[in-house]
């Protein structure tokens, strides 16, 4: 009779044990950081979801481990960075972190098209270099090693530009303050001056057409490792021309040759992607609330976007949702605040060569990813001054992914004018693409796209952060 019972009582010891051991609880005793040359500890541990001293089970401890690395990959401080767990006894645990810092400092040469895209540049402009800023471009990320930035630029060509910006990210002893502030001021001989059939028309003249300078300061706030907020208060002043405002009358809110105005910004943000510059899973959820107090002119705008990252097919295949809505409240039809979509991220795949104005816009982007395959650049191949060379580089690794896209949006314009065919109307376009994905956050695309208007081209999208 009792060796009937055996195997139920094996089960239920195996059953159990296995039950245990998933939710046995280990204390992280140690925490210690390799490769940290100039980056300091503590912006380390401020990314990792455990800290010394936290009680963690252990079927979640590799699951933190993993969203340490991406936590400190996402900082742009580390090209690499490895996070590893050693059982010490049965209650305590070490967790073990080596970092590859970045190059932080770069003087480089500045060469920039001013066009919206790399695509209008190219297409509509005809390259050319009349079209260009260049100068030079001082960038210190980490200036401190406390993840601090710091940028001076100055810049000729197209525009004449001088920019100084530092952000300097924790204030306070919980690292959850931080501020910002910059300056910029400039000077053009070219400036976009109307919309004609959703594309861009330009004034040029021999003297200066617009002029104009803008300072901010911001507060900063992060209570956690993936919520920012942000406040900022700035201050500026515009000025065209009056063969600038002979083109357009109503280029400035208040109709004239200059505006000087204050303004300030809400944002509210929170991003859990695996990797910030090309997500394959996760999601975020960015507000916006921009306010301009200029007179009787005002501006407030609005904008909401949400993206969806999920991996399917071994981690082989992700797909891609996002949405993003802008709507502003003009209190005129004057041209400056009109511009909607096709600046900043308010783009469409395959309508690259179009702006359209308006008063609201959404875009609604669905995207099927899938890997091709990787290649690593080997970093030693037998020539005595080239493996030296390569010993001081990181390794070049390389990700090919196939895509399909397709692309929705609406443009509502309550006063359309000059000629304009794709406000008021669903906007459609679809295309399939390659992307390469590499170190310093490189991320190029090639997409093949056409529009609801029958266009049809390549386009090259992408670049990479220094």
């Known amino acids: 009779m009792f060796k009937k019972f055996i195997p139920t009582c094996v089960f239920i010891f195996i059953f159990f044990g296995i039950q245990f051991q998933s939710k046995a609880q280990y204390l992280i005793s140690h925490i210690t950081i390799e490769g940290n040359v100039k980056t300091k500890s503590k912006i380390i541990l401020r990314e990792l979801p455990y800290q010394e001293g936290s009680t963690v089970t252990a079927d979640s401890l590799p699951l933190l481990n993993t969203i340490a690395k991406q936590q400190l990959i996402n900082t742009a401080l580390f090209y690499d960075a490895q996070v590893t767990s050693q059982l010490i006894d049965s209650q305590h645990v070490k967790v073990q972190i080596k970092v590859s810092e970045r190059w932080y400092l770069f003087p480089l040469p500045y060469f920039r ?8 540049w190219w297409t509509t402009q005809k390259h050319s270099l009349d079209r260009v800023n260049y100068g030079i471009s001082i960038r210190q990320s980490n200036a401190t090693g406390n993840n601090d930035k710091l940028t001076v630029g100055f810049i000729t060509g197209y525009t004449q530009q001088s920019v100084v910006k530092y952000q300097f990210p924790y204030l306070d002893k919980k690292m959850r303050f931080g501020m910002g502030l910059g300056w910029q001021n400039f000077t053009q001989k070219e400036m976009n001056t109307s919309t004609f059939k959703d594309k861009q028309v330009f004034t040029r003249t021999q003297a200066i057409i617009q002029k104009g300078y803008g300072a901010n300061l911001s507060l900063l706030y992060r209570p956690n490792l993936y919520s920012r907020h942000s406040f900022q208060l700035g201050v500026g002043q515009l000025n065209i021309s009056d063969s600038a405002k002979l083109a357009q009358p109503f280029y400035l809110p208040n109709f004239g040759n200059t505006l000087s105005y204050f303004d300030a910004s809400i944002a509210f943000t929170n991003v ?13 959820n960015e507000f916006y609330v921009y306010h301009r107090f200029s007179g009787n002119n005002p501006l407030t705008s609005f904008q909401f976007r949400k993206i969806h990252v999920n991996r399917f097919y071994n981690n082989k295949a992700f797909y891609l949702l996002e949405s993003n809505t802008q709507a502003k409240l003009l209190a005129n039809s004057n041209y400056m605040d009109s511009k909607l979509l096709g600046y900043g991220n308010m783009q469409m795949n395959g309508l690259d060569f179009y702006v359209i104005d308006g008063n609201a816009a959404s ?3 669905a995207q099927l990813n899938y890997l091709l395959g990787s290649f690593t650049n080997p ?10 060379i390569n010993s001081r580089l990181p390794e070049l690794r390389f990700k090919f992914w196939l895509k399909a896209f397709t692309n929705l949006g609406y443009v509502y314009s309550e006063r359309p004018l000059n000629a304009s065919k794709l406000s008021n109307t669903l906007l459609k376009t679809a295309g399939i693409g390659i992307d390469i994905i590499s170190i310093y956050d490189l991320v190029i695309k090639f997409d093949y796209s056409v529009n609801q208007l029958g266009d049809k081209g390549v386009y090259l999208r992408g670049g990479i952060n220094f």
Do not use: A, L
């Not at 859990?272 to 975020?284: E, Q, V, W």
């Not at 970093?379 to 030296?388: L, N």
């Open 379 to 388: 970093k030693y191949t037998g020539i005595g001054f080239v493996d030296k």
């Open 272 to 284: 859990n992607f695996d990797y910030i510059p090309y997500p394959t899973k996760g999601n975020s």
């Open 363 to 365: 875009i609604f982007k």
């Open 113 to 120: 098209w001013v066009d919206r895209n790399f695509n209008e």
